[in-house]
């Protein structure tokens, strides 16, 4: 309305020609956030990716030394987060104590067992050592009952020798 007049005006026009420069917007805004939509899933994905990778590796690396297989070369430490490289240093070094740890336990065995060989073997030579102490003293003693019978004889001989003297000194 025209406010000195009173009167009021009226503007005919096409609905397209009047809406097509909201259409435009409409389209261009409907466009833009499909490309932002794919674009943000395509890096969500690729985010994902490089988030869940390093800790599957880790995952089955963990499931390895579970299974007591401690040959893994190393541990790869490639993960973006922090987290996930101190995580890896820490399984690294942890593998790296079990396999010192298996070895020692590996080398006391193999002592231990060299040690039980030597001692079965001096047992050995001592049983065989006594062996040969009990025939020793098997014939230590044959010889004393041998010389206590002789010695018996003997002091026989001497008393008959004795008694003889007497009867022929009287």
């Known amino acids: 309305s025209v406010p000195s ?3 009021g005006v009226a503007v005919i026009s096409p609905v397209r020609e ?15 956030s499909v490309a ?34 401690f040959s893994s070369a190393g541990i790869s430490s490639r993960g ?9 240093e820490a399984l690294s070094k942890m593998t790296s104590s079990l396999r010192a740890l298996i070895q020692d336990v590996a ?7 060299d040690n039980a060989e030597k ?7 001592n049983a065989s050592a006594a062996a040969g102490l009990e025939e020793i003293f098997d014939s230590v003693k044959q010889s004393a009952v041998e010389n206590a019978c002789a010695i018996e004889a003997a002091n ?4 008959e020798m ?7 000194a009287r």
């Open 156 to 159: 026989g001989s001497i008393e």
């Open 18 to 32: 009047f809406l097509g420069p909201v259409t435009r917007v409409r389209n261009i805004l409907l466009i833009l």
């Open 36 to 69: 932002v939509v794919i674009l943000v899933a395509g890096i969500s994905f690729i985010l994902s990716r490089s988030l869940s990778r390093p800790v599957a590796e880790l995952v089955n690396t963990v499931s390895a030394l579970s299974g007591g297989d």
């Open 107 to 113: 080398n006391s065995a193999q002592s231990l067992t």
């Open 5 to 7: 007049t009173g009167w």
């Open 162 to 168: 004795a008694a003889s003297s007497e009867a022929g």
């Open 119 to 125: 001692i079965s073997l001096s047992l050995k030579e």
């Open 80 to 88: 973006n987060l922090r987290e996930t490289r101190e995580l890896s």
